[in-house]
Each structure stands twice: as structure tokens, then as C-alpha cells.
């Protein structure tokens, strides 16, 4: 035990302890379905094969891992993307039969030795989307799935009525059950399941069991998250970490799976079996260093976890305020870290795998709910972290207290924090234009700060109301926005630029206004504007240590591959950079944080027993990144309308945003756009926000066609065949389908770059078809 | 009499110190890297060292985000 923590025994966290009559729950369920199977070690990071479940046919069946498979995806998100290419065609969509959800673990989930080794990606069709959308997830299930003797599971079909599947890596055996009586939001669920499964009624037994399960607001709304529990001994339950974004939760309880639990026998730091234990834990051991010296001078993620940035945004005028309408406010100071670090539960270990040393999962714990059908109640908050809490600036609601019960009511519901909170920004800002009112909200008056009126919202998703307002507003932006202009309720142009979604998906808690490349870093994506693709802002806006598009085009190809590779590995980004070695600004290039890098090939080579060097990660990365945005253009949404963002990501849409920052904007115009002090001095406010409003859309495309050119893309966002057959693809259906499109984008006059460029600039490639 | 600060010339101010000329950019992020013409400042020397005429100055925020 590390100085100054609590003993295990010594900890009471104060909740409400529930109590349930789990025989009788547990005598309702009926077997559907059951599987025996041969228990196998895990050879140097795989399990060697996938689980593949059909909930129509009751079928479950081992698909066996190829050293292709691993060749060509690696593991993680690349072996998730190869399953749905297996199994769903072009015009699957969310609530289709054939659509899957899958969870995979990868080479490196469930190592012990180096921190933030224990993620999930899952992926599926999202309904927000209609794309493949992918998460990551702390917990547990991810390495015991692996540990149970899968790299992946798969989900297909639909059940007739709720089920849980039960993957018990202790009996090797895997069945799915009916579960008439189980509770549905998660953090009831997760603790009648815990419960009801231990091997024995302790908790070195409830440890060994996680479930994946999602609430009445999955249920309800296109926002459904998954969430991954993870058993605390000190606290006594299981606790939780969300995929939050695209909505997996909705799909899982469209497929009627009301929890999915994994359960192992025993796992330690060999269960992975590596080629090299010694290098691996030499490695790790010099990064738990780090963390343990530096991080309270750095990020202090350990005390307050993701919140730290809240602060920083504000300062810098970054942190979203009011629909994104401007980046700083006087009261948020309410929101820094100091108020939450006040109301975590400190000198507690929280990591959410183990072996986790930066353990920036925060919780509270005996919160009082204030609100629902949990009011009066003593929980655990998971979090908040950054985003929930952007959420709250963003919906300008400024009470720590209140982001906790928007959180904890998110959570069990299943509902992601980051599209609920920025869709709702967004019909608050539609209500001060009187584009919404009451009478349209189904009497809900849904104005900034109302900060009730945003819990009804969500009380009332989760209950199943049918209002037209609440069935529409659950199903996000899009939708809404489509709604609004059906009923000609207000400006086309309001509408659409003042709705933060790209591709159908809200955006993160970011304000990228000033900063071009972060644009792109939420436009420029795979699955819609998140921001674990690309953090470019402070490079780009503050350091301006990428100016050229060029310079910009190479980060936006740099990062989202380097990103995109802790996903097929199973792995946490954030010990990647939000610690780094002291004399990392010394390095060639310190954004890069070239020595975890290294410790990243090492530890890869170490588990796998494989040679790579710091290209072939990025390489591992490309071949994941160019096949899904090749899925997306056979899914029919891969190309440059898709990647549109709208206005308010780019620059001021109203007066009143024009006017709060009247300086910038006006230097804007002198330094950038070339008008004259003079001149600007007698225009009117809207004739400067229409002039910045051509220029930054027009550099917005001159930066997309710089970065699909930096990508091997067609101007039209396409991934070439030659592309593909250089990342080592031959697939002939994928390939057919590449050239197919670029040859109807070519008939189409698609193939044009987008930006206007001058005599003095250049396109990217100059005019030669390399497509 | 300018600087260059992260590509931005800005009016230079005599005995402006790198802890003073970093209030002016309002820049209160804590872990920034100060190079002055391509040669990095303690951070300890932040208070005493002095900005020189048409210098150019590096501040590069060490922060990651999301
Ligand atoms: S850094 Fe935080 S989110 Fe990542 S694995 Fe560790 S505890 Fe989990």
C-alpha cells in the first residue's frame, strides 16, 4: 500500500446498500442458448480466436484469429472493423438485423506492468451516423473477456425478449439467459449481477466479474452509451466507465441485451504470456516512475483527474460556453478543478484497470441524488470528468453539485454525457431565438442556466416519454435541426450553422474557432467530431507551431494514426502525453513525446515477440484508419460533404459573438484578410462576420484538401486502391468498391479540390490525377 | 523595436522579463517551455531573465488535452 492510503476495512463509502431477492430474481431466467468450450492460455498478447453470438438463432461459435487477420488489423478497433466487414452489407444501419455490436480487446489489454492497459473498443453501426462508430472504454470486461479466451465478441441479431450473456472463463462455458426481473440502468444492474454470479460472497470473487450493460435512456434516445463496470473492493460495488460516443447503448438494447458479463478464473501480470517479461516490466516500472514524480507538477492527473482542463479552457478561451457561442464566462470559475477536488474521495487508488498508476478515475462518493426516481439516495459519481463538466459550462449551468446529478443520471441511464449536454446547448440556444419555446419542448422551458428543466429532459428520455419534442430531442442534433426546418420554424442558416454535429454526431467540449486545425481534427474524422482523433488547438493556436496547411495536413496525419494505434492494442492515450519526462522539451519534437513512443514499441515488441519499429506502429495504424473511412465510402458516407462542419466550429455566427470579441475579429480582418484599418472601422458588424464567414469556410476546404491529399485521398476524401494495395490490402470487393466511386466521382465532377486558390497558391498536387 | 512571440510580432518593452511578458500574452498556462532565440530559460531564471530587442521567442504550451 502506498503512504497515505486508506486501508481496505478502514473504508466506508456512506451509499445506500440495496437490497434484492436474487434467487428469485435469478429463478426467472430461462437458457436460450449455452456453449461449452476448451480453456486456452493467451500466446504473447492473443487469445487466437473471436466469440461470434447470433441472438435470432440462439448460436454461439469460436471464429478462429489468423496470423493474416493480425497482419493486416492488428488487434482492437482493426479486428472489430474485419468482423463488421464480414458480416453487414452496405445498407445495414443501426437497427438492422445483421448489424453487430463488438467488443475487442487487443495485443496488449490486460497487461499489468504498464499503466492504462485494460481499454475495450467497441464499434457498431451508430444510429447518429449511419457509419461505423468506435469507443473506447476502461473497466474491466475488455481483459477478461481476453482472459475468458476471446479477442473479440460479436454480436449479431436480436433477441425476442431481454437476455444477459454470460461468458464464465471459469467454467469455459457461454450462455444467454432470459432476465425478466433484473433492474435495467446500470448501476443497479451491474451490482445485482455482480452479486448473483461470484463464485463466493466475497469480494475477491465479485472482482473477477464485469458486465456491460446500458439504462432506460439507451433505450430511449440515439445517445445510448455502454457501461463497462469495475469492481471496487473498498467501495464495495461495481463501478463504471463509459464508450460514450455514437450510440452502442441504444444498439444493445435494440438487440434486447439487458447486460453482458465476462467472468475469469484468475488472472496476473502473466496472464498475457509475453515473449519478453523482462523488457516489458523494465519498461513499465520506468513510466510508473514518472508518474509517481511528476505528475503533481504536470497534470495532477491523480488528484483530480481530466478536470484539471477545465481551468485552462477557460483562461484560454477555449472551454464552451452557451452553445459554444463564446469560450470563456465570468462564473465559470465555479467549475475549476478546486470545487470537484474538494468533493472527490481522496487517498483512494482509482485507476479503472489494474497496474494503473496516473488512476485519474475520480468518484465521489454518498452524493445525495437530488432528483428521479433515485432521489433521496447515497451513490457513487464516476467523474465528472473534463467533458461532463464542459457540458455543464456549455449549457451555462454552474454548480458542481448539479454537474454530479447530470452525471450520475447520465451514467445509469446509459446516456453519453457529451452529445445529451451539447444537444441540449443547442435547443437552449434555439429557445432564446424563439426558434423553440415552451409549447414546442412539450412544455419544458428549456432556456441557458435552467438547470431542472435539463434533468426533466433527461428523466424524461429515460422514462419513454412519446411527446414529440422529447422523441425528437433524444434522437439529437440532426434530427432536430431537420425538425425545426420541416416546421419552417426558423433560419436555415441559424439552424444549421448553430447545431454543433458533424456527420450526424455532437461535438466534444471544445471551442475551435481559432484554431483551423482543430476544425479539421473534429471534421477530418472518422466517426464524427471527438476529439481522441486530434488535440491540435494549443499547437495550432497558442504555440502556432504548425502555420502552413501543409504543417497542418502533417499533424492531422500524424496524430489520428498515432491515436488510432492505442485503440487496436487496447490501450489508454492519456499516460501517453498527459505525463511526460522531464526533458521531453528538450527532444526533437516534445508534441510527439518521442520517448513514450519508444516505450510504446518496446512494450509492443515485448508481449508480441514481434520486431517493429516506431513506422510500423504508425503503419499498423494507417491500414486500421484507411480501411474504415474505405467502409465508410461503401456504407455511403465516406467523402467530403461528410466531413463539413458547421459555421460555429469555424468563427462567429451572431452579432452578439462578433461583438465579445470585437478586437480579434477585427485584427482578423486587417492581418489575415488584408481590408484596412479604415475600412473596417466604418463596415457593420454583419458585413465583417459575412466576409469572415467566406474566408474561414474557404480555408476549411483548403485544409481538407491538403489533408486528403497528405492521406493518399482523392479530392473527394476517397482512400485510393493504390493506397490500399500499399498498405498491404487486396481484398477485390474492397478494391472494386474504391475504384467503383472514384469513377462515379469522377462523371459527378467530384474530383475537383474545394478550396479557391489564387494565382500566388497552389493546390495541393497541381492538377495530376494520381487517383 | 518588436519581438517575435510564437510567430506573432508584438511592440518590444525594455526590461520586460519573460514572467512579465508572459502576463501580456495572458499566457497563464503554468508548464510552458520559454526558448529565446532557439535557447531555452530556466525556469527559474523566468523573473530576472530580460526579453532583448528583436528577439524571437518560443513559448510552447506542454499541454496535451482530450
Ligand atoms: S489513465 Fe485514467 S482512464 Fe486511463 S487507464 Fe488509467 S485510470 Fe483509466
Redesign the pocket.
Known sequence: MLEGQIPIEDYESGNTKNKWNLNKIKLEHKTISEYNYIKKDIQKGYANRTLYINLNEGIIKEKKVTEDMKKLFTGGRGFGLKLLWDSIKSNTRWNSNENELIITTGPLCGTTQY??S??SLCLTISPSTDIICDSNV?GFFGPYLKFAGFDAVEIQGKAKEDVIIIIDGEKGKISIETAPLEETNSHMISQQLTQMYSSEDDDKSRQKISIVSAGMGAENSYWGCLNFSFYDIRRKIPRLKQAGRGGLGTVLRDKKIKAILTKVEKFDGVSNNPADSVTLAKVGTKLHREIRDLDRYQCN?RAVGTVHLVEIMDEYDLLPTENYRFGSFPKASKLYSQNFYKLFTKIIP????HG?T????KTVDHFTVMTGPYKGEKVTVDGPEYETVGCGSNMSIWDPLWVLEFNFYCDTYGLDTISTGTSIAFYMEMYEYGILNKKRCDGIELCFGNAEAVLEVIHRIASGDKGEFISIASKGIRRVKDWLIKNNWGDIGIIEDCGMESKGLEYSEYVTKESLAMQGGYGLTLKGPQHDEAWLIFMDMVNNSIPTFKDKAEALHYFPMWRTWFGLNGL?K??WNDVEPSNNPKTDDPSKVPEHVQNYVDYQNAVTGWNVDKEELILQSERCYNWQRAMNVWLGRGSRKDDWIPYRSMGPVTVMEYISRRERYDKYLNEKIGISEGKIEKMKIEEKIKIIYDYRQDQYQKLSDAVYYRRGWTPNGVPTPNKMKKLGFTDPKMLKILKDKIITDEKAGLNIWGGKYNNKEKNPNDGIKYW | MTIEVNGRKIDWIENESVTKLLKRMKYTFPLVVVKINDKIVLRSDFKIKVIPDNSNIDVIHMISGG
Open positions: 499503466p492504462g485494460g481499454k476502461g492527473m482509482d485507476g479503472c484497470w494503473c496516473m488512476a485519474c478515475a489508454c492519456l499516460p
